[in-house]
């Protein structure tokens, strides 16, 4: 599998339908990050997986997601990013803190079946946001060997 499927799909997994966070006591993420610099960080999970061959073991995937999004509290969001995307970064942002260090991929995936109605509305905004500005560049064809 190439790389950029593979953190494509733990972006899908990560970046845009995780629910059932809780931590909203934590830090808030800055909230005047240029655009350049949030797509630089929502992007940089995709580097994880630069140059891999196979798909990421439990391990790797879990500390990808969780280097990924303490890179994207770090660098925070655009001031202009609409409220009920804010909302749903801010909900992957606590559900990427409570992941178990041993948690399987599988568990991650399962995460997406307890989201409220509401938390769906948000995270479909954040990924819509995400995607819409900052767009993934994937390679049209995988390599030979």
Do not use: R
Request: hydrophobic share 30%; net charge negative.
């Amino acid at each position: 599998m190439k790389h950029a499927l593979i953190a494509a799909s733990l972006v899908l997994v990560a970046g845009t339908t995780f629910g059932c966070g809780g931590n909203s006591d934590d830090k808030a993420a800055p909230e005047t990050t240029s655009t350049d610099d949030f797509c630089t960080a929502y992007k940089s999970l995709f580097s994880s997986f630069e140059g891999a061959t196979t798909p990421p073991s439990d391990a790797e995937a879990v500390k990808a997601i969780k280097d990924w999004g303490d890179e994207l509290e770090k660098t925070g969001t655009p001031e202009d990013i609409p409220a009920d995307a804010k909302d749903g970064f801010q909900l992957v942002l606590d559900t990427i803190a409570d992941i178990p260090d041993d948690a399987t991929k599988a568990e991650i995936q399962q995460l997406t079946g307890d989201l409220s109605a509401e938390e769906q509305k948000s995270s479909d905004a954040f990924g819509k946001w995400a995607s819409t500005t900052c767009p993934q560049t994937t390679p049209s064809s995988t390599p030979s060997q």
